[in-house]
């Protein structure tokens, strides 16, 4: 299995970026897939989660601006970014489980087994 994300960069506080997940060897609409953000000193978080049954759920702090979708054809996972704030800068990461299809599993990163490399994103005010 290997996951490349793409698409990070820098951008003023308001603006907009999409970052994409190309998979390979792993099976969409079969387990949790996500995206995570971690930054310098705090805890890894998710910030977009699509179950099985394509159902997505984001926290309080990026809904509304956040939307994570998927091209199974492309076998790609994305995230639109908009809106973007300083507190966004972070790492960010897709992975995608194995064995959980759903519910409060797919919120905890540490039950995810694969991992991309990350890509940056870097919100200026």
């Known amino acids: 299995v290997q996951l490349v994300e793409s698409g990070g960069g820098s951008v003023q506080s308001g603006g907009s970026l999409r970052l994409s997940c190309a998979a390979s060897?792993?099976?969409?609409?079969?387990?949790?897939m996500g995206w995570f953000r971690q930054a310098p000193g705090k805890e890894r978080e998710g910030v977009a989660i699509i179950e099985a049954d394509g159902s997505t759920t984001y926290p309080e702090s990026v809904k509304g601006r956040f939307t994570i979708s998927q091209d199974n054809a492309k076998n790609t996972l994305y995230l639109q970014m908009n809106s973007l704030k300083p507190e966004d800068t972070a790492k960010y990461y897709c992975?995608?489980?194995?064995?959980?299809?759903?519910?409060?599993?797919?919120?905890?990163?540490?039950?995810?087994?694969?991992w991309g490399q990350g890509t940056q994103v870097t919100v200026s005010s």
């Open positions: 060897g792993y099976s969409f609409n079969t387990y949790c």
């Open positions: 992975a995608g489980a194995t064995g959980y299809t759903g519910g409060h599993y797919c919120q905890r990163p540490e039950l995810y087994a694969y």
